[in-house]
């Protein structure tokens, strides 16, 4: 046990030392130069979860037989890749999973020391529970009341848009003197001012953003994000979980919630990306999500043309159809 704990404490000084220690090449103005493509596609494939399961503990780190499961299933998908519509498998996942560190992780929370989210509130825990989406099995639609911000092809939850995903996780940075732009692979960009420090802004779905560089990491802090939950039947009071995954789907948004965000390149190919989530009207402790972000300036990032998809009516209108069927099939009985 001592052994692992060291082996453990070790790989968390690696990690630390690696974000200080790499130096990032400087725009033509002197910030660090973060401009490229990112994708976490990587941390979604190998399926390193968001919280931890409860039977790991405080361990932040993989055991060598877990982390041989985690291998061995990364194997099996590239061996299972087939090139076609409806790809499946992947490519080079098992050499990621092989030799980098973050591969090793247990989960994507770092903070509580769980790797887990903390309790929600009274209030937050009720709205959760009482929510209705899309994510929801079985869930009746009966109209846009019935749907969040995400269904309607309005925005998704600031965290959730930019943690991984199964699909959609590129991020492009841009930047120019007083400015980075993050254009998201999901619903568009995020317009970053930098050293302009706190200014009178409007509440909006992404919230109101302002940078400035500690080092040469990015710091990114958020307010006056627009506030909503999934039990409301007013639709402009309906919002989109800021919690990627299907078991989150109904976590509410305070009118206090706020991110911190930092962004440290490791290596010219890596970038470690942190957030720390504090809602005190939902959740009864902040939390901290790490991830690392990968380049890849071959990744093309598409318009995410959701409205050319958006199956609401037909989500109304078969649930009706279903409601009415269900209602016969009582009758004859």
Excluded at 4 to 26: Q, W
Aim: glycine share 8%; with cysteine; aromatic share 8%.
């Amino acid at each position: 046990m001592l052994l692992l704990a060291a082996a453990l404490t070790l790989g968390e000084a690696s990690a630390h030392a690696k974000r200080a220690a790499y130096v990032p090449r400087l725009t033509q103005w002197g910030d660090p130069d973060f401009r490229a493509t990112w994708t976490t596609d990587r941390i979604a494939e190998a399926g390193i979860p968001l919280e931890r399961p409860v039977a790991q503990g405080d361990r932040a780190w993989l055991t060598n037989e877990e982390f041989a499961k985690r291998l061995d299933a990364a194997k099996k998908s590239d061996a299972g890749y087939q090139e076609d519509v409806d790809a499946n498998g992947t490519v080079s996942l098992a050499q990621w999973v092989q030799s980098a560190t973050f591969a090793h992780r247990t989960s994507l929370i770092v903070s509580p020391a769980n790797g887990r989210l903390p309790p929600m509130t009274v209030q937050g825990e009720a709205l959760f529970k009482a929510g209705r989406n899309s994510w929801l099995d079985k869930q009746p639609i009966d109209w846009v009341a019935d749907l969040d911000s995400y269904d309607r092809c309005v925005a998704r939850g600031v965290d959730s848009a930019i943690l991984p995903w199964p699909n959609n996780n590129g991020v492009r940075i841009f930047q120019s003197p007083g400015f980075v732009a993050l254009q998201l692979e999901v619903f568009g960009a995020r317009i970053v001012p930098i050293g302009r420090g706190d200014r009178p802004m409007p509440r909006s779905w992404r919230g109101a953003s302002s940078g400035h560089w500690e080092g040469n990491t990015l710091v990114i802090e958020t307010n006056q994000i627009v506030a909503g939950d999934s039990v409301s039947g007013d639709h402009l009071k309906r919002s989109s979980s800021p919690i990627t995954g299907r078991g989150h789907g109904t976590v509410p948004i305070g009118p206090r919630a706020h991110t911190t965000e930092r962004l440290t390149m490791t290596g010219p190919g890596s970038l470690t990306y942190q957030v720390t989530y504090s809602d005190p009207d939902v959740f009864t402790a902040p939390w901290t999500a790490e991830v690392e972000w990968l380049r890849d300036d071959t990744y093309r990032i598409y318009e995410y043309a959701c409205h050319e998809g958006n199956g609401v009516r037909e989500w109304i209108t078969a649930s009706r159809a279903q409601r009415r069927n269900d209602a016969r099939s009582q009758v004859r009985r």
